[in-house]
């Protein structure tokens, strides 16, 4: 079982900076995939970034140029906001991959016009 916990969400205006966290803990295997995925009201989950155990990293064309996604070990991974957008309002969730997926419980992000 993995568990994840995220945090740094919370209300910025345009074109305003947020750093999302997520620290994953239990049985957590050197070979993995951590990303971000966000849902906004009315619309479906949708990956943001997410950055596999090698290095490798993949964007939502909507974000490329403004967010980077980063980690420091197989545990803890960052997602740096920059120009922010009302668009990207939404409930952002950190997902951890191995031979399972899980989801940690979700972080509001805000951004006033």
């Known amino acids: 079982q993995v568990q994840l916990v995220e945090s740094g969400g919370g209300l910025v205006q345009a074109g305003g900076s947020l750093r999302l966290s997520c620290a994953a803990s239990?049985?957590?295997?050197?070979?993995?995939?951590m990303g971000w995925y966000r849902q906004a009201p009315g619309k479906q989950r949708e990956l943001v970034a997410v950055?596999?155990?090698?290095?490798?990293t993949n964007y939502a064309d909507s974000v490329k140029g403004r967010f980077t996604i980063s980690r420091d070990n197989a545990k803890k991974v960052y997602l740096q906001m920059n120009s922010l957008k009302p668009e990207d309002t939404a409930v952002y969730y950190c997902?951890?991959?191995?031979?399972?997926?899980?989801w940690g419980q979700g972080t509001q992000v805000t951004v006033s016009s």
């Open positions: 239990g049985t957590i295997s050197s070979i993995n995939a």
């Open positions: 997902r951890y991959s191995d031979y399972k997926d899980y």
């Open positions: 950055i596999r155990s090698g290095g490798s």
